[in-house]
């Protein structure tokens, strides 16, 4: 591949694998091959200019770094251009619609770049004294305020930094609270369709995690949940809207009952973006649960993060919640940190601080810029299009993939199909994912949740239009059509991408994770 | 609402489609009682852009920002300058929004990036596997010592009292309700103090260590040479964990890995991305090739594509919670994917030649500000030996002194008093950090603010 | 087209036009088809949200639009996404070297776009009162005083709006120059290797060209200038680098001669970036030349503009530059509009206003955001790394490609080739053009100038690395040879780009130059 | 230098290749006396981004910005919001930094969009054809007198009193040396100015008139039914050439094509575009099909490819200088591309439901604050009938009291002092603009401030 640089003759891989085209370069026209910083940089390039160092002598003697780091550096036209060749290599929300389950792509306003970018928010220290930084605490307050109010709970935690660290920072609480009442509950009861780091958090404070299986109509069996409850249940860990994209409609059921028998209730609120405005998930009677801004509340994915995971919290756990937080005084407003708190009756029970300093306040002023230009009345508007758009992709696509839940009625966010309807093709839900990226189109989630076979979760959000969803659904209409007369096709399938399939398997067998220079070794 | 492209007239048609008589049907499973008949009350209809961008910019004046004022604050964010062109490729669409490349195909760009990043990370650190990143360094080094006791087998983690206290109160947080032991100490204010405390570890370390857990240079700034304790953790059988919370140093510094890290967690906002009152930040995290399974987090590996192509793919996933679910070495999902495209960039911008020249000027300056303030009557150097950010002993309580400072529009640098509440044997320790951005303006500001404030 | 939206079956277009491939979308993974702004929105659609309008009653009665105006609309995430496809059809310096010879395609900092959109810069109006707006006066002032100190002249005009509007205001100069002194010469001799804005200019205020012609090194041909000087000859408007990419020797010869028959010499600056720093055009005896910000001091293109083109003067010419201009005063910097000019007594001579405002502030910042970020030291090596790109260019392509004026000596910033390699191939430079594309570059500048044959101008500029040029020159090697091969393939050229090769005869046989609906006529 | 690739190692290995000594060989040509050998004098040499961005940022200040202050300035060029996302597309560096789509395969982004934004450019002026953008309104509105001369093959130009006098400025600075004749005449400060105008234009126009230029809303902001006008143009066979500098207006006011203009020029800045101190700008330029070929500047079409497939194209370049050269329609090449985007998006967010609400909310607050200054003494109402931009007449000269204004931190509109200067019977004139910015309190801060400032 370093080649490429410099120029290996490759072939051009046409969509049918046939090498009848040449080009020198590897490139395909606007589909550049890039190769790797280590093969153009050299340690002895640079893309910045700095003032000169003045001459004193350190102090560092032989600590100084004497090794060659092998570090490379470009100049900054190259740096842009390795950067842009590489991001032209992925597909992207501003590119189309991507629809993955459970993950909320849905569009990020470029407003909140603007406002997240403001020196006032961009460049304050976490550490400079509070007089200095009172509009950013206020920010978080406000914030805060419309966290409670659209969930109808008395507290929040704003410092965990993504959605798993939020339930970290629940499952802490509700930890906290049995302790303080002198009580070592220690199950976890979560749905078999919980998302993974539900049951991975329960064990990482120490709880032990025992399943509850789905009903047939996709939500948590009732029954077996209350036959499980009793004095060794701490908590359930349960996810409404479900991630088969449905309601959990006994909710209130279940929080009454898991209360009456001295547990309490974390919901997983990854999916709060399918009922916020409608619902609030306090009226149900849940104790705790994280939401995710990257995914409601639109703050942009990065490629798999930054995120960040507020938590709210039921009068029972409040107590409990960690350190620091945002408190409004007369005179302003106050980051409550470790001293205060100890001295405060009301806080003296907090578990503690969870995150070195105040969590992800660049992804606060997103959402928060995001919540005030949709309105309490936009955002209702935000869950009841969100549903409908992928009621229309159910109802539009149940005929050609296998609909394991279509006959419970309505989903809520997100279209599940199981793989039944692949089972005389010879084909998985594999191969249908990779012939829609020669479609132009980001496959849904596969394979997750695990209760159906096959999994295809389809979550196109409410930024979604109708003439782009109608695309999406010819073309799956069009390739489930196409999967019996041409199978084969399929299991080569993408043909069109900057890469064919990849082999996962020959990665994990001998993993190579840092570049070695194979020409040096 | 600007943000939603579907019409009363689209609306209609697609429920005609889904045969549902109207929205309200779609929602029949919600409980009557928790059903919302309109807008929550209590907060703000739908706003235009311009009103909304006024009311945030209005609440963002009334913060002091660090580009505009003497500044020298640090103790784990450092106001460092990023070059333009780093912001402008992290908001390229393609990689603002993307999801995590679980469609290799098309997502090379966000991997190979990863694979640079994850490549950069190591010969930092001096160690041969670094992961896709963590939420930021506390929460690395939490996980660092749960990686040490699944290594180990052990349960007693022994953290250095130079460690950050932040961090430390997250590990503490953290192990709360496991039966993990934490034994740690709180620092003097007292010259050459790393010395005493490593002694101190390197006589405790025993058999039941999993891992002792250092931060080089420390929270008081001093650095180290931690070849004595790496040894010592070996000779028990035990991890070395040191944690680096300003990355630039490693321009200058030698690596963890030269002095026997078995795993290196650090804070990676210094390069690429911006103090941010706290976040995002970027957790970096690496470690010898031999613990990789038991490493958290995402990891992107080399492979091959059907026609034989070099490409990349995340891998080693029977780690990850989405996996491995209960049985995860970790329950991290979304990280700090955008954070660690910043860092990349800019490392790349630097190269080794940037990189040590930037850590020369920041060691140069911060040399240059503690001789001038060694010399204020009142003012104590504890820190001898340090590369951007030093202690000093002030006659009397640091954090009273800091406030008097902000009013006079100097930030002038992080007390003690704030760090470790209650502590009166620490009130007096003011730490200052000093980067390529302090202007000799901005060393005279700091200067005569001290002269200006009333007997301190 | 309306169809791909929604999704009309479309053939992949294979590399050899075969069609063994289908995609339902016609989307080629992530090269993705995108309709016309018409097509995809409708005038209900929109992407802002407004103030309500307060009920006040107006005042246009009879005078309101009644008419549909026909404008289609779409949501932000919809418009987003329309832009964000289209922008990737195309080809940028940002992707790869960009070597379109006179274009001066180099990297575009982002510094300058940075500082560019600083609300002290972006955000004032040219008719504040000066008091407030004495920031921008300053940077102005700046600017000119790096332009007359890089080129040696003792004065500029900064309103010039791109290259063709400097040359304009450098010829206005010359004609009211003459004017003054009551001269009427209305010969303007061009060399034919110019540029069209050239002669398109002179005539524009009046003249009436003559051609020059070259001389067998692609210089001006000194006798036949010399001999056709005289009383009618108003000025000669000269190119220096010239388009050929080599310098004028004679430049100075030239100057003397012109002036000492009373005429003026302009000098096209276009190639300013090939000597800044090496050589003052002020020193050669010009009277004035055009400075293109955006190609010199790389503003960037932006896709056709917008540029700026300030103009240096002499002595002789500084009284006759137009209005208005910036002037620093005891208190602070003063714009000299007309009043003023009207009282002071060297400027009444001023040809007028040739812009509504001030010229291109926000190219202004750009250019001197770049210019202090070079430095005197760096801009020097910018043009000795042009000149340098170039030189390699041309001794590595000069065996396989004709390069008529190699023979004499190095070129300046750009490598000038003719077809007449292509003789026996029945091959054309557009061809060769066309066949890069595939290969991932965008083609050099094709048939101009007009003194070679099939000409092939290449341009590097100092912003590539030789890794780039080694790769440009590895497949123009390539393509050469394969040239005589195959033919055929290369008529058919390119196969790999959003589109195949255009119809441009068709398109001006019958134009179509706004949308009609197609459906609804 | 950070912009610069090549390392001295590069340098040497080229000059080998090359064959040159070293790299003063290559600039031979330049005569020994004009050859420099070092850096320019007098210039700074080569500064780190971070201090460069100081400098710049410290010029920036000294500005006093339109969207921190009370601001009534326009006159041609008007402070609207623009939406983020439109900067965050024009900064694609796929259209950023591309250059003029002369290899349509890979150029059909720019391409499309000029296509798009001509198509809008038509329908908003209610014309049939428009061309790919030209410097600004000034220097379309010169293009179209040329052109109309080519067309009518006449060399009279009558020009309305209500053009804007810079517009007129331009047109006379071009035809100084031309054999074209320019008529115009000043503005009077009296209600009802354009109808006199009109008259004046109506009675003149003859056999040997080449064009009527006429500003709709005029540099009074009085708005007009040109009708009249049009149909005497038509009947002298001349053509009718209408400028309009607030675009804005035209969601709001019948379209000059709806009028009877043969030609239609204006400046674009108003949509997508912010004030920038006067540029870049935006020149719009739309006229009749059948006097296409005599149109100056770019124009895009649609064709096919050898598929068959739909793409656009650079088109009708005979009229062009690179291929026309002398005979060319006009000189210009570089043109506003970029601010033509910027314009296509805007428009594109807005839609025609989005441009009437902005067009309607502009009138109706200039109409508010016209009413509110109308009863202050000493203030008189020139303009009745107005978009969002209209006259007043103080009771004594403008300028002076606009200075005081600015010192009170009020940007209160433009004198008519600074634009005729000289021109006593106008120097009472006072041209305010309001725009969909202008809030209630600004409204009240501009009343204080006439309140303040004494007698004038
Ligand atoms: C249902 C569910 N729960 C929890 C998470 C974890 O959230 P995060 O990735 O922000 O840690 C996710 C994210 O994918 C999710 O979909
Ligand atoms: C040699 C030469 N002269 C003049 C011009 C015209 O400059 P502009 O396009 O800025 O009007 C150009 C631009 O291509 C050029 O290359």
Known sequence: MVMAATGRVTRIETNDGADDQVTFTGNRALMLEEPLLFERGSVDRCGVDLQPVP?????????LRSDPIGLPGLSEPETVRHYTRLSRQNYAIDMGIFPLGSCTMKHNPRLNEKMARLPGFADIHPLQPQASVQGALQLIDTLADWLMKLTGMPAVAMSPKAGAHGELCGMLAIRAALEARGDDRRVVLVPESAHGTNPATAVFCGFTVENIPANARGRVDLDALLARLGADVAAVMITNPNTCGLFEPDMVTICDAVHGAGGFVYCDGANFNAIVGRVRPGDLGIDAMHINLHKTFSTPHGGGGPGSGPVVFSAALAPFAPLPFVRKTRTGFELVEEMQARESQDFDRSFGRMVAFHGQMGMFVRALAYMMSHGADGLRQVAEDAVLNANYILASLKDVFTAPFAETGPCMHEALF?????????????DLAKAMIDEGFHPMTMYFPLVVHGAMLVEPTETESKASLDQLIGALRSLAGRMGDDPAAFKGAPYLAPRRRLDETAAARKPVLNWKDVAAA | MRYLPLTPADRSAMLRVIGASDIDALFADVPEAARLDGPIAGLPMHSPEMLVEREL????????????????VGCGAYKHHVPASVDHIIQRGEFLTSYTPYQPEIAQGTLQVLFEFQSQVARLTGMEVANASMYDGSTAMTEAVFMARRVTRRAKAMVSAGVHPHYVAVLKTLTRFTDDVVETALPE?????????????????????????????????????????????????????????EVVSLGLVRSPGEMGADIVVGEGQSIGNGLNFGGPYLGLFACREKHVRQMPGRLCGETVDADGKRGF???????????????????????????ALAFSVHMTLLGEKGLRHLAELNHARAVQLAERLGRIPGIELVTKTFFNEFTVRLKSEARPLLRELTKRGVLGGVSLGRLYPGERSLERGLIIAVTECATDADFDALEDAFDEVPGW
Request: charged content about 15%.
């Open chain 1, 55 to 63: 001459p004193v002598t350190g102090n560092l003697g032989a600590l």
């Open chain 1, 418 to 430: 199981s793989d039944d309807f692949l089972h005389d093709t010879g084909l998985t839900t594999l």
């Open chain 2, 57 to 72: 910019a209005a609440m963002a004046a009334k913060n002091l920002t660090a580009g505009t004022v003497p500044f020298f």
């Open chain 2, 189 to 245: 204010l007292t010259d050459g103090a790393p010395g005493d405390d490593l002694v101190r570890l390197i006589a405790a370390v025993d058999g039941d260590t999993s891992c002792v857990v250092v931060q080089n240079p420390n929270i008081f700034g001093h650095v180290t040479d931690l070849t004595p304790l790496a040894d010592a953790c070996h000779a028990a059988g035990a991890l070395l964990i040191v944690v680096v919370t």
């Open chain 2, 313 to 339: 793919v995340l891998t080693l996933s029977t780690r990850e919670q989405h996996i491995r679910r209960e049985k995860a070495t970790s329950n991290i999902c979304t990280n700090s994917g955008l954070c």
